[in-house]
């Protein structure tokens, strides 16, 4: 199973971006998505969630501007990122906890590469 996540860049303050993490591979089910962020010199930090019934969650910081959801047909999830702030400037990693299609149904969890956001004020 592997994570590919895309759609960073540079944006302007103010401007959207949408985050895409793609899962591939002896996949039975996704259970639940997650987006991350990592400031340099910070600590990883969770940003959005959702879960298998598509219940959401963000952080306080993210709430109100940023929207996760999933496509579980693509065995994918997104991250709308409105509004973007200078702060808001860090790696984006997602993570999926994964029923894998093998014998004895294992689940695991797995996390993608991480990509750039970067908002210039």
């Known amino acids: 199973v592997q994570l590919q996540a895309s759609g960073g860049g540079l944006v302007q303050a103010g401007g959207s971006l949408r985050l895409s993490c793609a899962a591939s591979g002896a996949i039975f089910s996704i259970n639940a998505w997650r987006w991350y962020r990592q400031a340099p010199g910070k600590q990883r930090d969770l940003v959005a969630a959702?879960?298998?019934?598509?219940?959401?969650d963000y952080a306080d910081s993210v709430r109100g501007r940023f929207t996760i959801s999933r496509d579980n047909a693509k065995n994918t999830v997104y991250l709308q990122m409105n509004s973007l702030e200078p702060e808001d400037t860090a790696v984006y990693y997602c993570y999926a906890d994964i029923r894998e299609r093998t014998y004895g149904r294992p689940r695991n969890n797995y996390w993608g590469q991480g990509t750039q956001v970067t908002v210039s004020s």
């Open positions: 959702v879960n298998s019934g598509g219940s959401t």
